[in-house]
């Protein structure tokens, strides 16, 4: 955790490239042998970095509350309460891994797996939303999930909530208003 927590700082401080292992393991007060050891590489730090994140703001539970829910409905507003509460606190490490994504395979992958990851979470809650008639005429399931998803992207966390100011019981309430109005009967 000493390790994660080292990293945490000077990467976001700093960014991704401009900061090496050497000086995440002297932060950490450990050899920089031990930071390759328990992460095999940078972008194995930065996963650790990713997930703890992830652990902190409490991800796996809400993605389990979203799985529980019963109908389509409730599934969509869990998710959504999801994006708003987690988004916040994932923010600063979720843009180091867009930005390093550019140049670093790994960090692609991880990139791309979360936003796959929440791709699929639409289809799962579009589909049961499908089977119980509450899509609007003429809309397919697969694209509403696509427009759900795009609506409720992290960029759209960062322009309204970072860039514009919004509060986060104003962006949540524009996500489900915008995939309601979009995507589902009245």
Do not use: C
């Not at 000086?23 to 920089?32: C, E, H, I, N, Y």
């Not at 916040?88 to 550019?102: G, I, T």
């Not at 986060?168 to 979009?182: C, D, F, N, Q």
């Amino acid at each position: 955790m000493r390790i994660i927590d080292a990293a945490n700082k000077l990467l976001l401080e700093s960014g991704y490239h401009s900061v090496g292992l050497e000086a995440v393991a002297a932060a950490a007060g450990v050899s920089r042998q031990t930071v390759y050891d328990r992460f095999g590489s940078k972008a194995g730090l930065l996963r650790a970095m990713i997930s703890r994140s992830e652990e902190l703001a409490g991800l796996p539970e809400r993605l389990r509350n979203v799985s529980a829910q019963t109908d389509g409905l409730a599934m969509l507003r869990a998710m959504l309460d999801t994006a708003a509460a987690v988004d916040p606190k994932v923010y600063a490490q979720s843009r180091l891994v867009y930005a390093a994504r550019l140049d670093d395979p790994v960090a692609a992958e991880m990139w791309s797996w979360r936003l796959d990851s929440r791709r699929a979470g639409m289809g799962a809650i579009f589909r049961k939303l499908a089977g119980e008639g509450r899509l609007r005429p003429g809309i397919a399931e697969e694209v509403a999930a696509d427009v759900a998803w795009a609506i409720a992207s992290p960029h759209q966390y960062e322009y309204l909530v970072v860039e514009r100011g919004w509060s986060l019981k104003r962006y949540r309430a524009h996500l489900e208003e915008t995939i309601s109005a979009r995507l589902l009967r009245r």
